[in-house]
Every structure is written in structure tokens, then in C-alpha cells.
């Protein structure tokens, strides 16, 4: 995406708790000699700043233009990552563009092919079972969570539908209600006025 050299550019990740989040970023800016992106000068960094679904921090730290961050969830919900360039050139002044590569990626646990060759066979085999045992760990826990988003989203609609039933119940008895009083009114009308 591209972004202001100034501008706060910000994501939202569904994230189960207990899950590692690990994002991989590259910042290209823009030349206006060339017309394109190129990689940015040496001292142009980004802050990394992530908050909890409870509007709590739990990472804010500079990087450089190209770099790797990762936290670990420990609420489930919508984690709000925001990146910032650290330009020290005033808003007015700072007028280039930035284009971010941004690669995000939720409880995933990437095999070493260099660690992997290096072992025996045998060794190898254990490695890769227990990555599996770990990516099925990983999705055992992001099912909950879809069972836990599921359960809350059913029991609000119940809950909705519920109310509308009594609201419906409620205007019947006053339609009725304002009916027999109006023909009760309407007969007393009429035997006052000596009609009937």
C-alpha cells in the first residue's frame, strides 16, 4: 500500500489468543528524478506500534526500511497494527511518498530447510512432527475461536429476536387497548347525545 511520509497507515487482525503474529515489511520511497520507488535512504525507519482489542499496547518500537516484528496474542479479537515513517521533516515539508510491503502472517511457524538438511533422516522426520503436531495445535485453537465469535453472534441474535417478539406484543395490547377505549368512548358519546 502506499502511504504519506508523514501518515499513520493502520491494519485490523482477527487474532485467537496465545497465537504468534509475525509481520515482514519493506519500504520503497518515492523518486522524483527517477519517477519511481526506490529503496528508501539510510535513516528512514518505521514505528511498529500494536494494540490489543482492550486498547492496551503490547508493541511500539522503530525498525528499520525493511524488517521483521512479532507478538503474541494474548486476548482474542481485533488487533489494530499501525506503521508510521520516524521522517523528521515537518508535515508541511514532507511530502513523499512511501510504498510499504507488508506481509502479515497469524500462527504460522515456518520450517528451516537449512536446519532440516543438516539432521539424519530420523531427525528430520521428529522435526517435521512436531511442526505438524503445532500447526494442529495452532488451528485447534483458531476453530474455538470461531466457536466462541459464533456462540456470541448467536445468542445477540437471540436476544434481538427476542426483544422485537415483546415489542410486537406490546404494540398489539396497546392497538387493543386504544380500540376499546375509543368504541367505549364512542358509545358513551352516543348515549349521552341520546343517538342510540
Known amino acids: 500500500f502506499h502511504s504519506g511520509e508523514r501518515e499513520e497507515k493502520c491494519i485490523i487482525e482477527d487474532v485467537p489468543s496465545d497465537t504468534l503474529v509475525t509481520g ?3 519500504v520503497q520511497q518515492w523518486d522524483s528524478h527517477k519517477q519511481d520507488f526506490l529503496d528508501s535512504a539510510p535513516g528512514l525507519g518505521m514505528f511498529v506500534t500494536v494494540t490489543t482489542p482492550s486498547a492496551e499496547v503490547i508493541l511500539s518500537k522503530l525498525y528499520g526500511p525493511k524488517a521483521t516484528f512479532s507478538f503474541t496474542s494474548y486476548l482474542s479479537g481485533e488487533h489494530i497494527i499501525c506503521l508510521q515513517s520516524n521522517s ?3 508535515v508541511a515539508f514532507a511530502g513523499s511518498k512511501l510504498r510499504i510491503h507488508l506481509d502479515i502472517r497469524v ?3 515456518f520450517l528451516d530447510e537449512a536446519v532440516v538438511q543438516a539432521k539424519d533422516k530420523v531427525n528430520e522426520v521428529n522435526f517435521r512432527l512436531e511442526h505438524l503436531i503445532e500447526q494442529i495445535h495452532h488451528i485447534s485453537k483458531e476453530q474455538n475461536y470461531e466457536r466462541e465469535r459464533e456462540e456470541k453472534f448467536r445468542n445477540t441474535s437471540e436476544q ?3 426483544n422485537i417478539l415483546w415489542w ?3 404494540q398489539t395490547f396497546i392497538l387493543i387497548s386504544i380500540g376499546i377505549w375509543q368504541i367505549k368512548s364512542l358509545r358513551d358519546f352516543f348515549i349521552a347525545k341520546k343517538l342510540v
Open 24 to 26: 515482514n515489511y519493506k
Open 88 to 90: 523528521t521533516r515537518l
Open 107 to 109: 500462527g504460522e511457524h
Open 160 to 162: 434481538t429476536n427476542s
Open 168 to 170: 410486537a406484543v406490546v
